[in-house]
């Protein structure tokens, strides 16, 4: 009690009858002092004691908690207060953490541009993606050996790969709405929620790792992605050990999944030594090594495999979600993008003939429909580094200390009207002319050449050594799920529904559930 009396003891006469209560109501009184005290002096300290040379602090009241609450409800609106409060260049805290958030195209820049002396990745997300991709890949790794495991993973994103997936992936939909209970008769209605998990993670794991994965997967493995998607939770950052719910169902996926690749890689390994030969992911980081001569392990192999099926499944899954919604909301649309699919695939005859990945590029509305989805929703809403040395901020007097977090926002930039007219409407049109990423400079990190620039505000797939190389897979799989619908269903939406709002309570901003579309079958 020694503690507690010191604290109390300035109470006086008051402390003196505060002892004939008892125990249990000074530990109360004692708790809620120190509370009270926490509070002015965090108050007292943000007021008296402005730093000219660090970014403005966000005001908050409880020290450690800091503005966690305000910004795990609505990043996006914390972001806009703040920007207008503090301008461009501001820090809030956040469990302990002190995150500067460096808004607009040169915060943009400023964060995907920071050098490997200033800033890590890697100290930043370690701690989130370990637990859900497995050790020795990704976050887990130094840099150069990250750089070298995404060359590998480059095999399978090849022009010459894509055009074989088109009709993998058009397939696993056709397929998949034929048997699925959900699309039962000639209409009827459909949470998205439900469906679009499973449908991204069959059309990835078809492509990208082959027919013997796809094989394997059933309708259960959705709810172990779900599982492990549900890992990217805020409160990992500072407890990602803690065995919360969603924590022990997260590790449980994770031991689940890889399991099942190992026993594929053990099977393979045989195959091997009987001379079968097999041309997919697997096969390929099978038999690679690092450049010192390091092979890859089957252990690795099997994390690297739950982290592409990740990056092909989590951002995929909410931006196609976004976007059917989004066109279900626009009769116009749903039309323009049919009479572009007959107009690009009609054979002359009356019918259309199947997609193909060198025809989907003259879908310019597909196309632009996509980015409209991507720059109203891009997947992740905070993209952070860890600060490894005092970083100065370009015209201004700021300087960022070690140890706090720089924090980009692309897709704050690219729902503001300095940049986009009317950047709350879902406009397709407003792309046309519009010029694309691909036509500036570009430089390679380790991995193949990606585009350098990053003061833009629209970065839906990052930018410099960290940009997504699942870009153009993405695409693909996008416009080819996106036209398979158009093809066979007209979408709209049931009475009382609409575009749901955002849920925020992973790193990915989903709809909110059940995301409940209409759709009518189109004439064969």
């Not at 500067?100 to 820049?109: E, Q």
């Not at 699925?180 to 949470?191: A, I, M, N, R």
Request: glycine share 8%; hydrophobic share 40%; aromatic share 12%.
């Amino acid at each position: 009690m020694g503690l507690l009396a010191t604290l109390l003891e300035p109470l006086g006469p008051y402390y003196a009858e505060l002892q004939k209560l008892g125990t249990p109501v000074i530990v109360v009184v004692g708790v809620l002092t120190f509370i009270v005290l926490s509070v002015v002096i965090n108050v007292l300290n943000q007021l008296l004691f402005k730093d000219p040379t660090k970014p403005p602090v966000v005001f908050h009241y409880f020290p450690f908690f800091g503005s966690t609450v305000r910004y795990g409800m609505d990043p996006y609106a914390f972001f806009n207060s703040c920007q207008e409060q503090y301008g461009d260049v501001f820090t809030y805290v956040m469990l302990g953490r002190k995150m500067t958030a460096c808004l607009g195209p040169k915060g943009n820049d400023f964060v995907f541009n920071g050098k490997l002396s200033e800033v890590s990745a890697e100290e930043a997300y370690t701690h989130l993606t370990t637990p859900v991709f497995g050790d020795g890949v990704v976050y887990d790794v130094p840099n150069n050996i990250l750089m070298e495991q995404k060359r590998f993973m480059k095999f399978g994103l090849t022009a010459e790969t894509f055009k074989s997936y088109v009709p993998l992936i058009v397939e696993q939909v056709e397929d998949y709405t034929k048997k699925s209970k959900f699309f039962k008769g000639p209409k009827g209605t459909v949470s998205l929620s439900a469906i679009i998990p499973e449908l991204t993670i069959f059309t990835a794991a078809r492509s990208l790792q082959g027919k013997e994965v796809r094989d394997a997967l059933d309708g259960s493995f959705a709810k172990l992605f779900h599982d492990l998607d549900m890992g990217f939770t805020p409160m990992n950052f500072l407890f990602p050990w803690f065995p919360f719910p969603s924590n022990k169902r997260r590790d449980n996926a994770q031991r689940t999944m890889a399991k099942f690749y190992m026993s594929i890689i053990e099977k393979r390994r045989k195959e091997e030594a009987s001379g079968v030969d097999h041309s997919d992911m697997i096969w390929n980081l099978m038999g690679r090594s690092y450049k010192d001569g390091t092979p890859v392990t089957d252990r690795n192999v099997a994390h690297m495999m739950i982290a592409l099926l990740m990056a092909g499944q989590h951002t995929s899954m909410a931006t196609i979600t976004w976007m059917l919604l989004h066109v279900a909301d626009q009769p116009k649309l749903v039309k323009d993008l049919y009479d572009e699919q007959v107009r690009v695939f009609g054979n002359g005859k009356g019918g259309i003939e199947p997609l193909s990945y060198e025809k989907l590029s003259e879908c310019t509305i597909l196309n632009h429909t996509i980015r409209e989805t991507l720059r109203t929703h891009p997947p992740l809403h905070s993209i952070m580094r860890k600060v490894k040395a005092p970083m100065h901020v370009d015209g201004t007097n700021y300087v960022i200390p070690k140890g706090h977090y720089i924090l980009g926002a692309p897709g704050v930039s690219a729902m503001d009207e300095k940049y986009f007219k009317n950047p709350h409407v879902f406009d397709v049109s407003r792309w046309e002319g519009q010029k694309t990423e691909e036509e500036g400079e570009k430089m390679d990190f380790g991995f193949g050449m990606v585009s350098k620039g990053t003061a833009s505000p629209y970065l839906p797939f990052g930018a410099g050594r960290h940009r997504c190389i699942g870009e153009q897979f993405a695409n693909v799989q996008l416009s080819s799920i996106m036209a398979t619908f158009i093809r066979n269903f007209e979408l709209g939406y049931p009475e009382g529904c609409g575009v749901p709002k955002p849920d925020y309570s992973s790193m990915i901003a989903l709809p909110t559930p059940p995301c409940t579309i209409s759709w009518v079958k189109r004439d064969p």
